[in-house]
């Protein structure tokens, strides 16, 4: 028996010791399989039984094997309810796994359960979820960001050792820092998205939430690749292998001034300049870097993921699966089911997106915000010619109070400024935590997240700066994940 | 008709689907199938799960740049698909992905008529709607059969080069069997494996501009379509006539009563909200792929029936018949194999006129199914042209031929049908019918040349038809001195 806190560990850790022989794989998945039965932060929307963990896991020997995943409801899984937090598919169960769930579960991963999220992906705060929202661990009266909510719960909150998740404008990346754990988006393509429930296919990327780094790196390993059925997936050349760097002498980090300039907590400011000084400390250099159209990445954000969703969210109309509600003919079927099925975000975004793509209306919306897109895109080319990194606060503010947003969609979107230019851009982007800031108003610490970006399919290099600058941090959350 | 609408002439473009003979779907790996037990070939791909992605099937791209090839079209370098977004039960995501503002296959020609372009999209699920209304609204039920959704298509879409519905049938007819030849598609109308809907509006005669069109549907062959389009310009011409004007409508044409009827007014037409298909990247061929589906290509009909006119020197008419049917092209470049001494002309007007005549009175079809093979045809061609037999005699022989399959020289030698080529035997024949007919052969003589007929008919039923008609007539008008 192990007398180890396994919540003290990481999921690299929790590897080598079911690899070295120290705990054995069943006890680890019944260990956490008790966490996850604990779970009061709304963290999962569904919760496998031992049998349910295992069925469909490889029996493979080797790290990560044997350590349990949370998989954000976005994903399908063969059998086992997948709602992407919506009541139109309350109940459906996909007839197949998507192809992130076949890879950590071929690498021998079980399954602990489905995470919280808001509904469709589309949310900051976890709020959207059409069954419940879930809850900040270090501070259960906010919220833990979205729309990989849950997914950040759930690792932050000691009830999985990692999670799945996925990043739209920033759904891995913001929770992570609300949460203070890492949260690494990929760049696009890197990961196949088949299976994945689309919410604006050219800009979803699925991608780890992790305690450490060097987790991110162990799971992205297993996730990246080229997918048959995923014609856009090309995978990382060369893979992903664990980072070891301890300094960042002879790198450059590039901070957009003009981007960050307003409407930053002064707390969160302070974690930024500190992390800054840290960077500094350990040999690599600060240098301002300009993106003169990332300012209006939120604007050509809320046109484009909209009108992709407004298409990707029409296949709900209750013939085939998930719920219908009856109507007296066709088209009230349609609109019923639709009615009740879809929460009022949803519905807003499918109304935006709809509009934005209408016959006399597509060049004046998405016409002008693909070509905004087109030159984030440059700028991003134009700023990783002169720096190796472009690195920038992940949230404006640390973990908002439930309820605090919800009735301002702008202020919402707002938690998306610094994420979602990377977004559109494509790139590879983390966020680490990088100490704690009071929130406004008052109150004991929460996390602030550092978001670094690099350029596209450099993964390898991020990781590395990031494992560096993460040991200089030296930021701890065991506390709260143990739950003491 | 009155004398004011003639001075308008028609207009017509046509929009043809092709649905290709691709093993599997376009956009996964569920087999194809026609008349199968309903959604059994079907995945979450073609079933719009969530989560799911499209992967472009490889040979239908490669089937869409052989017609592309065979239509002369210019392929794009990079060709776009996109997303055509509507709501309807045989729409699984409720988005059709098909291409836009920039096409596999643009600006080529098939004959006289140019092709404004072919791209390549995915075919909806069949509806059966049970009750009497056979529609959605006032059905008791509808119902779904996904096993066709998903079916790769090239919509071919022409420019309004056409002006009458015998124009439209013969130029589809032609399109059919350039698709057919290729090998891509069963093009049959009434699986609905090739779909035409034409485009229909007139305008003054000499003017250039396009007047009001009507769209008629998916007719489910070349000949109703001719109809319906005849019946359509004519009732286009009497409303303009009549000083009424044509409403852009959708109509179908019902071949049993030669009535149209209004579908759905184009007025609430769509709005399909296109938008580039993000799960698909561009679809750029590289070289090697051109250069193989120019490869591919056989001698296409149009390019058949051009040599046949002028290099065999058969007539335009037997020469676009033969070339637009592969299977008919096929027999009779075998007919004329058999023997060289076969002159094409006389071979082609044997197969398209006696033989097929033959066959369609016998209840067949297609000539590579008969029982007749192209040597046996050609063994009673060469007799005629010899003067073995006569064209009479070959008629009634290969009538048996079709029949049974039996042997031309056999069928002559056993009914006694070789003609009489000694001119001596013949000569005392015809002297024997100038005697035997006295007061004919003597108003023959007085110049009523018409009643030579008698004489003929004499000689003919004395010879058991087995003597040349031209040749009997010589005779005869020589001992009458004429």
Known sequence: ?484 | MSGATDEFEAVIGLEIHVQLSTETKMFCGCRLSFGDEPNVHTCPICLGHPGVLPVPNRRAIEYGLQIAAALECDVAPRSIFHRKNYFYPDNPKAYQISQFDIPLASNGHLGEVRIHRAHLEEDAAKMIHVGTSGRIQGSDTSLVDFNRAGTPLVEIVTEPDLTSGAQVREWGQLLRATVKQLGVSNVNMEEGSLRCDANVSIRPVGSSGLGTKTEMKNMNSFRYLERGVEAEIERQKQLVASGERVVQETLHFDPSSGELHSLRSKEESHDYRYMPEPDLVPLAPDTAMLDAAAASLPELPAARAERYHSELGIQEGAARLLSVETEWAAFFEDVLGSDESIEPRVAANWVTGEFAGELRRQGEQDPADSRVSPKSLGNLVSMVSANRVSHGSAKSVLERMVADGSDPEAIVREQGLEQISDTGELQRIVDAAIEGNAKVAEQVRGGNEKAIGALVGAVMKETRGRADGGEVTRLLRQSLGL
């Open chain 1, 1 to 484: 028996m192990y007398s180890g806190d396994l919540t003290a560990a990481t999921a690299a850790e929790t590897a080598d010791l079911i690899a070295s022989g120290e705990l054995s794989a069943d006890e680890c998945l019944g260990t956490w399989i008790d966490r996850a039965a604990g779970d009061e932060l709304g963290a999962y929307l569904w919760r496998a039984s031992r049998d349910q963990a295992d069925a469909g896991t490889a029996k493979v020997g080797g790290p990560p094997s044997g350590v349990p995943i949370a998989i954000k409801d976005i994903f399908c899984t063969a059998g086992v309810p997948t709602t992407a937090a919506s009541k139109l598919l309350e109940g459906y169960r996909p007839p197949y796994d998507a192809t992130a769930v076949t890879r950590v579960r071929s690498a021998g991963l079980p399954m602990l359960g489905k995470t919280n999220m808001d509904e469709f992906a589309m949310g900051s705060s976890n709020e959207n979820s059409a069954f419940r929202p879930a809850l900040n661990p270090w501070d259960t009266g906010r919220v833990p960001g979205g729309s990989s909510g849950g997914s950040a719960a759930a690792v932050a909150g000691g009830l999985a050792p990692w999670a799945l998740g996925t990043d739209t404008g920033g759904s891995i990346r913001q929770p992570a820092a609300l949460c203070g754990i890492v949260g690494l988006k990929p760049t696009y393509g890197s990961i196949s998205r088949y299976g994945m429930i689309a919410f604006a296919s050219s800009l979803d990327q699925c991608g780890p939430l992790t305690v450490d780094v060097t987790d991110a790196a162990l799971m992205l390993g297993l996730l990246e690749g080229r997918d048959e059925m995923d014609s856009t997936s090309v995978g990382i050349e060369g893979g992903v292998t664990r980072p070891q760097s301890e300094d960042l002498s002879g790198l450059v980090f590039g901070v957009p001034g003009d981007l960050i300039a307003e409407g930053v907590d002064p707390g969160v400011k302070a974690a930024f300049e500190a992390t800054l000084g840290k960077i500094r400390d350990l040999g690599g250099r600060i240098e301002d870097v300009r993106l003169p159209h990332a300012r209006h990445g939120i604007s050509a954000y809320y046109v484009l993921a909209p009108a992709e969703a407004s298409t990707n969210l029409s296949r709900y109309d209750g013939v085939r699966y998930g719920n219908r509600s009856p109507g007296s003919n066709l088209v009230d079927m349609y609109e019923e089911t639709r009615e009740q099925g879809f929460g009022p975000e949803v519905k807003r975004r499918i109304m935006l997106g709809t509009y934005a793509l209408s016959s006399g209306y597509y060049e004046a919306y998405y016409g002008r915000a693909q070509r905004v897109r087109t030159m984030i895109v440059r700028d991003f080319d134009a700023a990783f010619e002169a720096v190796d990194f472009v690195v920038t606060p992940t949230s404006p503010s640390v973990a908002f109070e439930l309820g605090e947003k919800t009735g301002d969609p702008w202020a919402m979107y707002l938690n998306d400024l610094f994420t979602v230019p990377m977004s559109l851009a494509g790139v590879p982007a983390i966020s680490i935590p990088a100490g704690l800031a009071e929130p406004e108003g008052g109150g004991p610490g929460l996390p602030v997240g550092f978001q670094i970006a690099a350029p596209a399919f450099h993964e390898q290099k991020l990781l590395e700066a990031s494992f560096a600058l993460e040991g200089a941090i030296g930021f701890d959350g065991s506390k709260v994940r143990s739950g003491i």
